[in-house]
Each structure stands twice: as C-alpha cells, then as structure tokens.
Nanobody, 126 residues
Framework: QVQLVQSGGGLVQAGDSLSLSCAASGRTLRNVAKAWLRQPPGKEREFVAAITRTGGGTVYDDSVKGRFTISTDNAKSTVFLQMNSLKTDDSAIYYC???????????????????WGQGTQVTVGS
C-alpha cells in the first residue's frame, strides 16, 4: 500500500520562504512522475510543479517559475518543494502526488495522478 506523508507548511509573510516534504512508503520513486499541486480557497486543484517519470526534467506552472523548486531524494523516497519569495496568491492547501503512468503532456492534469498526500496548509500574509 502506497502512502504519502507530507510535512512542512504553515503561516508566513509575503517574501518569506517555506519548504514542504513528502515521504513515500510502499513504493520506489523511480519511474514515477512526482508532483506538487495546490488548491486555493474556493478554487479547483491546480498544478504547481512536477518531475518527469524518468527524472530527467522538471515542469513548473508559470505562476511559480523562478520561485519554487521541486526536487527528490530517491534514496529517502522523499519529494521536496522549496518555495521562495512567497506571495499571498500562493496561499492554498498543497498536495504531493505520484503518477505511475503520467506522461510529459499530462503532467499538469490533476486527474493523472494516482497517489496523493494528505495535504498541508500554506498561508501567506501580506
């Protein structure tokens, strides 16, 4: 059974940095797409960043490009999201996700991910 356990998050001020972690158990992170998505208040879940199944590339939403960095430690089966220069618009519940069959063209689609973390709240004050 695959489980994703998230940690990190909290309340910060605009311009601050925050790091999220997602520890996977029950499967390796090899050959699986790894992603972070978020759900702002009153909105649908949206794509933030992903690492391709092969691990050879990363994809970011334009709204976070240059500020957020997704990375992975395969030995520890952990996925990270480093968030810098946070803005109030970044406030949301953040989810990590894994997709065993997610291809490059589908990385941005939430419905392409099979396994999900429990979600963690990130609130950015002005």
């Amino acid at each position: 059974q695959v489980q994703l356990v998230q940690s990190g998050g909290g309340l910060v001020q605009a311009g601050d940095s925050l790091s999220l972690s997602c520890a996977a158990s029950g499967r390796t992170l090899r050959n699986v797409a790894k992603a972070w998505l978020r759900q702002p208040p009153g909105k649908e879940r949206e794509f933030v960043a992903a690492i391709t199944r092969t691990g050879g590339g990363t994809v970011y939403d334009d709204s976070v490009k240059g500020r957020f960095t997704i990375s992975t430690d395969n030995a520890k089966s952990t996925v990270f999201l480093q968030m810098n220069s946070l803005k109030t618009d970044d406030s949301a519940i953040y989810y990590c996700a894994l997709g065993a069959r997610t291809i490059l063209s589908s990385l941005r689609r939430p419905d392409q991910y099979t396994y999900w973390g429990q979600g963690t709240q990130v609130t950015v004050g002005s």
